[in-house]
């Protein structure tokens, strides 16, 4: 036996609930009345969202302007900032190799 | 086997629906507070809605639970504004979001064993056709199965059912065109 061509043929989704109209309806005149809670708008409101995107972007883009070009780890001294000037003068003279 | 059009075919097939304008009206006024709007919303969507929540989350009570939930979003938006493209696809989305959350909090995969499909008429084979495709569908992973609802009974295009599912507009189509194909050899397989 072959099934048809299209297996939903003569078949459909469910209705839903005979109440459900009046007990959505009934719920969405309550909706306004709830507090809407703050932390929320942080993402529905789109200029707080775009706010806050840009702040973030902000000081990525200023953390990464003010950091040092190149940084030295020292197990005695902790981290020091040195730039490559820097580090030719102090690299003794005369030593090769 | 009935040879199954491959994503392509189905993707130039797909056309948007006609009454997206009127829909998308309807919904801007309830966003905006308008009660009757709400109601008009409801009678023209609630059906589709919540047979989706139905079909993507398999409980009853938690497909109403999704359906109120996204009503009590649209009245309580206080007329902030939204870009909506297409009215049906927002409303899609948020119900799938409700179910996804619902089923998130209760932290178990159910059996699914509601009745995804009933007889449009009384014959009693045709009844108990609709209980054998049911029980089918319900052994189909849920993003096949939404995008089977979304396209077959929704009547969406794949672009909208890939902006609902989070996914490419290929995959939309892809995971139909799967859902259809298995669905097919399970009752090709429970034919025999």
């Keep these: ?97 | 086997m009935d040879p199954v059009p491959c994503a392509e075919a189905l993707l130039a097939a797909a056309e948007p629906v006609a009454g997206d304008e009127a829909l998308a009206a309807l919904l801007g006024a309830a966003l905006a507070g308008g009660v009757e709007a709400l109601e008009g919303l409801y009678r023209a969507m609630a059906a589709d809605l919540w047979a989706f929540a139905l079909w993507r989350g398999g409980d009853p009570e938690a497909a109403s639970d999704a359906v109120q939930t996204v009503f009590c979003r649209i009245a309580g938006a206080r007329g902030t504004k939204e870009r909506i493209r297409s009215a049906r696809a927002w409303l899609f989305t948020a119900v799938r979001r409700a179910v996804v959350d619902q089923a998130r909090r209760r932290r178990r995969a159910e059996e699914l064993d509601a009745q995804l499909l009933v007889a449009s008429d009384d014959d009693p084979e045709r009844r108990a056709e609709a209980a054998a495709v049911s029980r089918r569908l319900a052994r189909l992973p849920p993003r096949l199965r939404e995008a089977v609802y979304l396209r077959h009974f929704a009547d969406l295009s794949f672009r909208e059912i890939a902006a609902i599912a989070g996914v490419p507009t290929f995959t939309a189509a892809s995971r139909y065109r799967r859902g259809i194909e298995k669905l097919r050899r399970e009752l090709q397989g429970g034919a025999r």
């Design chain 1, 1 to 97: 036996m072959k099934p048809p061509a299209d297996p939903f043929e003569g078949l459909r989704p469910p209705s839903p609930p005979p109440g459900l109209g009046a007990r959505v309806l009934a719920a969405t005149r309550l909706a306004p009345l709830r507090p809407e809670p703050w932390l929320d708008r942080l993402w529905l409101d789109r200029r707080l969202r775009f706010g806050w995107l840009t702040a973030a972007t902000a000081l990525l883009l200023l953390d990464w302007a003010l950091s040092p070009p190149f940084s030295v780890t020292d197990s005695t001294m902790g981290t020091s900032s040195l730039t490559f000037a820097q580090l030719d003068a102090a690299r003794p003279s005369g030593g090769g190799g």
